[in-house]
């Protein structure tokens, strides 16, 4: 199945200000990645809560309030995974730790087949109130 990307409002606005291999690198230098590894599929290994949340802050003061929504679930049924929501686009940037098509910053229609949400909260939400939250 192919991966729907989307280009749109979301990305467009997204791109301009999200850029996956800075957040990295700010993430290498307080060593709070857990792969060593240069390759961004493997540094960005069970990070998407950190993602989410560093991205999210960033996002949180262009959108409305109680709409960027966090979803807690799996990708392909594949072990734990996060990602954001934002007006029908979902906003990804951990996709590559499961499946080699996906980008660093990616942008699919909400629809996709593969996410399978567990839990789903507003942004604002999501950091008081998760287990999950770091």
Request: aromatic letters at 14%; glycine letters at 4%; proline letters at 4%.
């Amino acid at each position: 199945m192919q991966i729907p990307f989307v280009e749109n409002d979301v990305s467009e606005g997204v791109e301009t200000i999200i850029f996956p291999d800075a957040i990295l690198s700010f993430l290498r230098k307080r060593g709070l990645l857990e792969s060593e590894s240069t390759e961004y599929a493997e540094a960005c290994y069970n990070m998407c809560n950190l993602f989410s949340l560093l991205i999210g802050k960033e996002l949180l003061p262009f959108c409305e309030p109680n709409s960027l929504m966090v979803y807690e679930g799996s990708y392909g049924r594949q072990g734990n995974h996060t990602w954001l929501v934002l007006e029908d686009t979902i906003i990804d940037a951990t996709l590559l730790q499961f499946d080699n098509r996906a980008k660093k910053l990616n942008f699919i229609d909400v629809s996709f087949e593969e996410y399978f949400t567990l839990k789903k909260y507003t942004f604002e939400d999501w950091m008081e109130n998760s287990p999950n939250m770091l």
